[in-house]
């Protein structure tokens, strides 16, 4: 997306990304995620102006935009927001009110071109910082069209939930023909926060209808955005200035969600941008569904996947409904299977060996594993080890590993958030302090991401067996016969869902 600013300087979107931005007409509320540097600032300055020029006429015949430009603090607003404005639309163009500590005013008059004819534009951003204000007492008086939040996840939450009942307030209905709509609407930009962050919450986990996130490469990927606007070797001075802070090189320069300050993520071979599906992946064809479950302290989780051909694992849901037993857990593993695999079957069901302890075969009382057997119709089988790093290399080897060279050997479909975000941070090795000092348990932390990731390990190495992940070369595709990994399926025991 190219255009001309009022100062007469050329701009053109920094990348594919920020173009795809700038270019959606549809949702309410749009983020644009990225890396330090990669023109998210001056892509939303244009964002504004663009859709000023495509607003409707009110009933004079001159268009009428106005927008708020909202920060945390002025000493920021001055120093970055209105400094990024300033460069792209100089204050001596149109008049400038106020700034220096306070709330500043920018209205500008141009002309569009439309059908032929020059139609004139009233523009208004008011350029404000919330600080120590409550955030409906903030939002309060404001009468917008659309609405910026400049660094977004530094505000707080409330200022976008009030923001939004301040956007489509002018122009005021009676100034527009009849009949006649206007879009509101929300941008916002930042750097990745913290996973723990709101805004991860809101939009990675939850995403209302409306609600649209855009996210730019990492600064050291081919396809990194506004490279032509920074020296060379920018993205690599970052990295080497931070060589002792990955977290800080993770948010800033590779646009990846930092982990969470109470422990360090297990997986730090796991990337979003390399491993998580954007879509949901629906089941192959042709290729069984292999299940993988872990009783979790009653509080259970069973992990849906299929191994291609190709050698592929594609994660494609997860089951992880909270405290209860193993024959309601065992229905709600039937009814994933019949909402989202119908007429699939479940090839092979693996589990941690502990699951078979406990049971009373003279009384007739079944263990944990035993019960979801009996109830899912599957066999079930104890995984080949319950050892840690051994479980844990079945899961790495596959997150190193990239089928000819670029197609990654697993891919995480977007339902699965409760992995995802264990990937990501929070199946971690949990931070303690000894004596002052910082250091990291040796196992991975038990907690409400832990059983998921449990079941998804016991899938993995059941599946590849023990001697394949040993080896390490991971028995990159499935067998095609009734052995697979060393592992037996037991005929006759497979029921159809749906």
Not at 85 to 90: E, F
Request: hydrophobic content about 40%; proline content about 6%; some cysteine.
């Amino acid at each position: 997306m190219t255009g001309i600013s009022l100062s007469g300087r050329m701009f053109s979107a920094p990348g594919p990304v920020a173009a795809a931005f700038m270019a959606d007409r549809h949702n309410s509320v749009r983020a644009l995620l990225g890396p330090v540097g990669g023109g998210k600032t001056v892509a939303c300055i244009h964002d504004l102006l663009t859709n000023a020029a495509l607003m409707p006429a009110c009933r004079d015949g001159v268009i009428r935009f106005r927008s708020v430009a909202i920060r945390d603090t002025y000493d920021r607003l001055e120093k970055t927001t209105i400094a990024t404005w300033t460069q792209w639309v100089p204050k001596d163009l149109g008049t400038w009110v106020g700034g220096g500590g306070r709330s500043a005013t920018h209205t500008l008059n141009f002309e569009v071109l439309r059908g032929g004819r020059k139609v004139p534009v009233e523009f208004e951003i008011i350029f404000a910082a919330i600080g120590d204000q409550a955030a409906e007492d903030f939002c309060r008086g404001f009468e917008v069209t659309a609405c910026w939040l400049n660094e977004m996840d530094r505000l707080s939450p409330d200022v976008l939930t009030h923001i939004m009942g301040r956007i489509g307030r002018y122009p005021r209905a009676e100034m527009m023909p009849a009949g006649v709509k206007y879009r509101e609407f929300v941008i916002g930009d930042l750097n990745a926060p913290d996973i723990d962050d709101w805004f991860y919450r809101l939009f990675e986990e939850t995403r209302p209808e409306g609600y649209a996130i855009y996210k730019q490469p990492s600064g050291l990927s081919p396809q990194a955005e506004n490279i032509q606007n920074l020296q060379a070797g920018y993205y690599e001075r970052l990295v080497t200035a931070n060589v002792n802070n990955p977290k800080w090189v993770k948010r800033f320069v590779h646009a990846a969600y930092g982990p969470s300050d109470e422990g360090e993520p297990v997986y730090s071979e796991y990337s979003d941008d390399r491993h998580l599906s954007r879509v949901r992946l629906e089941p192959r064809k042709g290729v069984p569904i292999r299940l993988g479950v872990d009783a979790g302290i009653q509080r259970p989780a069973g992990v849906f996947t299929q191994w291609l051909p190709s050698g592929q694992w594609r994660i494609l849901g997860e089951v992880v409904p909270g405290r209860m037993g193993a024959k309601r857990f065992a229905g709600e593993l039937k009814r994933w299977m019949t909402e989202n695999a119908p007429g699939f079957e479940i090839a092979q069901a693996f589990c941690d060996p502990a699951g078979f302890a406990g049971g009373d075969t003279e009384s007739g009382e079944l263990a944990w594993a035993e019960t979801v057997m009996h109830e899912l119709g599957v066999a079930v089988l104890p995984a080949p080890s319950n050892e840690i790093g051994l479980r844990l290399d079945a899961v790495r080897e596959e997150l190193t590993y990239q089928i000819d060279g670029q197609t990654p050997a697993l891919l995480l479909s977007s339902e699965c958030k409760m992995l995802r975000k264990g990937f990501a941070s929070h199946y971690r090795y949990a931070r303690q302090l000894v004596a002052g000092t910082a250091r990291y348990s040796d196992k991975p932390e038990k907690n409400d991401f832990s059983h998921c990731h449990d079941a998804l390990q016991y899938v993995l190495l059941g599946s590849k067996g023990r001697y394949g992940v040993v080896a390490g070369d991971g028995t990159r595709k499935p067998a095609t016969s009734s052995m697979s990994g060393g592992c037996t399926v037991i005929k006759n025991t497979t029921r159809l869902f749906g």
